[in-house]
């Protein structure tokens, strides 16, 4: 079952713009994470962000919590072409934080 | 380098047999999981293990089996009971319930 449904499936932006993608979840969660895939590669952890954070930044990432709606946004400032990849939200449930589920991913291509 | 290694990369099989994928890591990290990914999906989870000699079963376990004897070591086996297998099959660990530390995949095709 995916816990986390990333939105948009796909996004093509031009270099130097944002890149925004979203993920939503269904079951209360201990944190949540965000990794980074290059195409036939293993994934990268991006960043994490606890359940009583609302916000956390790292270097031209900016991720957001509302665990209100259950989303969570990953906006990329300033993109580059090294940044096209696929982007994966992962959730970690609070009765079992070490099992964490995987969302389906945006795959972002950022043209030159 | 600390890290994790999978092998092998690339791995054919005929229907009907068995096949094991390695992963070892000497990051030493307790938690060990395998996932699978299918083309333009995200990943699902077959099994983990949070300490030696101890393992669950994922969301997507039937047609698998691992073995956590040493804490570097978690293997995958693809037994014939998996009917589609075809997949590319990821292996990561993690010091303790937070970032998962992933091997650069290895990719089983069915012939």
């Known amino acids: 079952s995916q816990q986390g449904e990333e939105d948009p499936q796909a996004l093509s932006i031009q270099e130097g713009e944002n890149a925004t993608m979203n993920c939503s979840y269904k079951?209360?969660?201990?944190?949540l994470q965000w990794y980074r895939q290059n195409s036939g590669r293993g994934l990268v952890h991006l960043i994490l962000?606890?359940?009583?954070?609302r916000e956390k930044h790292s270097g031209r990432l900016r991720v957001t919590l509302d665990t209100s709606k259950k989303s969570s946004s990953l906006l990329i400032t300033a993109s580059r072409a090294a940044d096209t990849a696929s982007y994966f939200c992962?959730?970690?449930?609070?009765?079992?934080?070490?099992?964490?589920?995987f969302g389906s991913g945006t795959r972002l291509l950022v043209r030159p | 380098d600390g890290g994790i290694t999978q092998s092998p990369k690339y791995l054919f099989r005929k229907e009907g047999q068995n096949v094991t994928l390695s992963c070892e890591q000497n990051?030493?990290?307790?938690?060990m999981y395998w996932y699978r990914q299918d083309p333009g999906q995200g990943l699902r989870l077959i099994y983990y293990?949070?300490?030696?000699?101890?393992?669950q079963k994922g969301d997507i376990a039937e047609g698998y089996s691992v073995s956590r004897e040493k804490k570097e070591s978690f293997p995958l086996t693809v037994t014939s009971a998996q009917k589609n297998p075809t997949a590319f099959y990821l292996c990561?660990?993690?010091?303790?319930?937070?970032?998962?530390?992933f091997g650069e995949g290895s990719r089983l095709t069915v012939l």
């Open positions: 990561a660990s993690s010091p303790l319930p937070g970032e998962l530390f």
């Open positions: 990051l030493n990290h307790d938690a």
């Open positions: 293990s949070q300490i030696v000699n101890d393992f």
């Open positions: 992962a959730t970690a449930r609070m009765d079992s934080s070490y099992k964490l589920i």
């Open positions: 079951t209360s969660i201990n944190n």
């Open positions: 962000i606890r359940s009583n954070e």
